[in-house]
């Protein structure tokens, strides 16, 4: 796991997103933000991510938009972890997610959810 | 009721119609006198001729039925009593004629009176029937749908060869809601002229009529000239002529006072013509329906009403969480790192503040949502006070921009503009159209914001650079809960421009979308002016 890549944030909430990238990389993981859709897949395109933390709603291109278009383009995907209120676990499946965390979250749970999904940092 | 106006109304008289139980009088005189010329040789010279009476007053009524024992007096007088053939005038026959006439009579008229009765009471009785069936037919179903489909069948065949229903909607168009035809296969046509040739309030056409009058509209007989005065074209005439209407019975359809539409029954060849006995039935009916009707779309527009307050429940929720997790997560990241070992004062003081910002986001939501409470309920109360909107707005933005200075605003205000307005609230209105029109626009370019006198009124127009908004959406952005694409989320509950539109009318202004030539949006709030007088020293002491 040299060089595993980023652990891509995709919100549109600049709080959450410092927050959740702040917590991961104390705890060591390489981070890069998108604050939509459209954004996360010019990242994608420069470096492949280790695992996608993807809020739903967003401006420009959204969650959904983006699972779709990102899995038409890529041949073996990163983990996606939705992040969202309401009907989280509804909205993971549409979107094919591996797992979801629903808001309000602890970024406890942030921590584990990445562990387990991508590994040790 | 009304005697039929426009074309089609005539009454129409059937003289021979009048005169054939008359004529129909003398069959059963006929058979008496056969009956008794028959069986009997001598005596009983009146008794087969009562049967006579009795049955021509029963076919015919009270007058057929007198004729016939005037008629069966002359018979027996001529033929049965001698001498045969001619009038017996003597005092004791007279008596014997005088006699059965005033018995005959009294049969006559007993019997007319008992048929007429009977008649009618058949006819109450179908009336009650019809009536009962709709009443519970009408009262079985809230769905809008249902209802119109039961409204429209219930006549169909009994009163009408088809019936249709048509409303009145919100632009004063007359709408073809629902029809209903004997034969299923005419039903389409009663929908197609109606969707090709719509109707409007101010036809002289009768259901137009009805429902702008209030009053039943009665044409007993439309003839072919009817028709063709009706009809918009050669082909509309097509259509109504294939149709074949005879006999027209159009009454309005009206519940707690307002008039919704009408409901049409209509006669084709083959049927009776409706008559003014028949309107009283019609307007029962069309009673039953408006109201059925009415509540029907009071429940539809009801749970319109609660769905919408559902989704807005949703988003209002999501809306409160992304504040919820940022207060949250801010607090636990500052915990977490103070007890991974010593942190910086000035980094604890950055992640206090970032708390502290969300803690304001989620306490304007929570506002918003007061608001939202105050407005539905008309408890939202204005303090207005003469102020110099341009100096106001300067003020406004000039300190969002020093609270935001990677979101460029300008403004343009070169001279006074008084109105009576509440401060507090007139910025909470700037602030909403200020936060859509930077949270639209593309990075870097600015918002415009400009306060002029135009039109006798106060202008406030606050322009981006953003995408703009579509034509359909111009109206409906000032909704309440409304927003454009719920999962393509641009931040907020739907309810900032509902708030401020409402504002904005307390002030007794107007808030509109105009649509700038060059790209973008331009929101723009007019105020009624304070008055003509300017207070320049009010302009120079804030500004």
């Given at each position: 796991v040299a060089d595993a890549g980023p652990v891509l944030v995709v919100e549109d909430d600049e709080a959450i997103a410092a927050i959740v990238a702040g917590v991961l990389e104390d705890e060591g993981y390489a981070v890069a933000v998108a604050r939509n859709g459209a954004e996360a897949l010019d990242r994608i395109a420069v470096r492949r991510p280790r695992l996608i933390l993807l809020d739903m709603r967003m401006p420009v291109m959204n969650g959904w938009e983006f699972a779709g278009a990102y899995r038409a383009r890529t041949a073996a995907p990163a983990p996606i972890v939705v992040m969202t209120a309401g009907d989280a676990a509804r909205k993971a499946s549409e979107v094919g997610a591996d797992a979801y965390l629903r808001k309000p979250f602890a970024i406890d749970q942030v921590v584990a959810v990445v562990a387990r999904h991508a590994g040790a940092p | 009721m009304v005697v039929p106006e426009g074309p089609g109304g005539r009454v129409l008289s059937v003289p021979g119609g009048r005169l054939l139980p008359y004529g129909a009088a003398v069959a059963p005189v006929a058979l008496a006198l056969a009956l008794r010329l028959a069986l009997v040789s001598q005596g009983y010279l009146f008794v087969f001729f009562y049967p006579a009476v009795a049955a021509a007053a029963w076919w015919g009524g009270v007058g057929p039925g007198i004729a016939a024992a005037v008629l069966s007096a002359v018979v027996v007088n001529l033929v049965?009593?001698?001498?045969?053939?001619a009038l017996n005038l003597a005092p004791e026959q007279l008596v014997q004629v005088g006699t059965f006439l005033a018995a005959a009579g009294a049969v006559a008229w007993l019997t007319g009176r008992a048929r007429q009765a009977a008649t009618a009471a058949e006819a109450g009785q179908r009336r009650l029937t019809l009536i009962a069936e709709a009443s519970a037919l009408l009262a079985g179903s809230l769905d809008y749908e249902t209802t119109l489909q039961r409204v429209v069948r219930?006549?169909?065949?009994?009163?009408?060869d088809w019936c249709t229903i048509d409303l009145l909607d919100d632009d004063g168009r007359v709408l073809r809601v629902a029809a209903a035809h004997?034969?299923?296969?005419e039903e389409p046509r009663l929908h197609e002229i109606a969707s090709r040739y719509p109707m409007t309030l101010d036809e002289p056409r009768g259901v137009a009529i009805a429902v702008r009058t209030g009053r039943t509209q009665l044409q007993p007989a439309l003839s072919d000239a009817d028709l063709r005065a009706a009809a918009r074209d050669a082909e509309h005439l097509a259509i109504l002529r294939a149709l074949g209407a005879r006999s027209h019975l159009i009454v309005p359809l009206v519940a707690r006072g307002r008039r919704l539409g009408a409901l049409s029954f209509t006669r084709g060849p083959s049927g009776r013509r409706y008559a003014a006995a028949d309107v009283s039935l019609a307007e029962s009916l069309a009673g039953h329906a408006a109201l059925a009707i009415d509540n029907a779309r009071l429940y539809r527009a009801e749970r319109v009403a609660v769905r919408a307050r559902d989704d807005f429940l949703l988003i209002a929720a999501h809306e409160l969480k992304t504040p919820i997790t940022s207060v949250g997560g801010g607090a636990q990241l500052l915990l977490r790192r103070l007890r991974r070992g010593p942190l910086g004062l000035d980094r604890i003081e950055a992640g206090l503040a970032e708390i502290d910002v969300q803690s304001q986001r989620l306490t304007r939501l929570v506002e918003q949502l007061l608001d939202l409470t105050r407005l539905e309920s008309g408890r939202l109360a204005l303090e207005p006070r003469e102020m110099d909107l341009a100096a106001f707005v300067a003020d406004a933005v000039a300190a969002r921009v020093e609270r935001h200075p990677d979101q460029p605003v300008t403004v343009t205000a070169p001279e006074p503009v008084l109105v009576a307005g509440d401060d507090l609230r007139l910025e909470q209105v700037l602030a909403n159209l200020l936060g859509n029109a930077v949270k639209f626009s593309p990075p870097g370019a600015p918002v415009e914001v400009a306060v002029r006198r135009g039109g006798g009124q106060a202008v406030v127009s606050v322009r981006d650079r953003g995408p703009g908004i579509p034509a359909e959406h111009r109206e409906r952005v000032f909704e309440r809960f409304y927003q454009v694409d719920h999962n393509r989320h641009y931040g907020g509950m739907g309810i900032g421009l509902y708030v401020s539109r409402e504002i904005v009318a307390l002030h007794g202004g107007t808030i509109a979308v105009e649509d700038p030539t060059d790209g973008g949006a331009s929101l723009v709030v007019r105020l009624p002016l304070a008055g003509a007088r300017p207070a320049p020293t009010e302009r120079a002491a804030r500004g």
């Open positions: - | 049965l009593m001698p001498p045969v053939s219930l006549p169909v065949p009994r009163l009408a004997a034969d299923p296969a």
